[in-house]
């Protein structure tokens, strides 16, 4: 089992920034390559970024591209989200996730262990 606790959610103005931490605990955090997901009202849970287990590989949806940033501290056991030039779309639940499987990382399917979310409410 992979326990996984966002944090640094909040309320921030358009064009503000705010970076999550997603702290991982249980199995070997650098066997897991991590994601994070968001999911606004009334909406399906998406993809927002991705990266392999070493840090090297990153992968974004189309509206994080260019804003959005993901890194891991695997001696940390935690990975971020840094988010900049945030807008009133990017308002949502942010879930981190661990995943241990060949299957695409853009799909929530490629994920075993899913945080409880952070609250990330961007006002215009």
């Known amino acids: 089992q992979v326990q996984l606790v966002e944090s640094g959610g909040g309320l921030v103005q358009a064009g503000g920034s705010l970076r999550l931490s997603c702290a991982a605990s249980?199995?070997?955090?650098?066997?897991?390559?991590m994601g994070w997901f968001r999911q606004a009202p009334g909406l399906e849970r998406l993809f927002v970024a991705s990266i392999s287990r070493s840090g090297g590989t990153t992968y974004y949806a189309d509206s994080a591209e260019g804003r959005f940033t993901v890194s891991r501290d695997n001696a940390k056991n935690t990975v971020y989200l840094q988010m900049n030039s945030l807008e009133p779309d990017d308002t949502a639940v942010y879930y981190c996730?661990?995943?241990?499987?060949?299957?695409?990382?853009?799909?929530?399917?490629?994920?075993?262990?899913w945080g409880q979310g952070t609250q990330v409410t961007v006002s215009s």
């Open positions: 996730a661990a995943g241990n499987t060949a299957i695409n990382s853009r799909l929530q399917s490629g994920y075993d262990y």
């Open positions: 249980g199995r070997t955090f650098s066997n897991y390559r």
